[in-house]
């Protein structure tokens, strides 16, 4: 069985960073992709930022040039820097985990975090 979980959530004033982690643990069949999504109160979830196993990366327009998502496999960990924060920020954020390649899509990944709670305040 495969676990996500996420750490690194809290509360910031506007315009500061934090640094998200999802640490992956349990027996992984293949390389894999990793994704970062959001979901705010009253919102659907949405797509942040994913990379694959070779470090290829894919981000959603809202958070271009601010956010880096970043990985370790030698420690079965994926990072998300998030910079210059805004309160619309505001969201719990989940990693995700899919084999292949990374994708937008949130139904293609197959594993899932419990989230951790980011709060931007203005």
């Known amino acids: 069985q495969v676990q996500l979980v996420e750490s690194g959530g809290g509360l910031v004033q506007a315009g500061g960073s934090l640094r998200l982690s999802c640490e992956v643990s349990?027996?992984?069949?293949?390389?894999?992709?990793m994704g970062w999504f959001r979901q705010a109160p009253g919102k659907e979830r949405e797509f942040v930022a994913a990379?694959?196993?070779?470090?290829?990366?894919l981000y959603a327009d809202s958070v271009k040039g601010r956010f880096t998502i970043s990985r370790d496999n030698a420690k079965n960990t994926v990072y998300l820097q998030m910079n210059s924060l805004k309160p619309e920020d505001t969201a719990v954020y989940y990693c995700?985990?899919?084999?292949?390649?990374?994708?937008?899509?949130?139904?293609?990944?197959?594993?899932w975090g419990q989230g951790t709670q980011v709060t931007v305040s203005s």
């Open positions: 990379i694959s196993w070779s470090g290829d990366t």
């Open positions: 349990g027996r992984t069949f293949s390389h894999y992709a």
């Open positions: 995700a985990l899919r084999y292949y390649s990374a994708t937008y899509s949130e139904g293609a990944y197959d594993y």
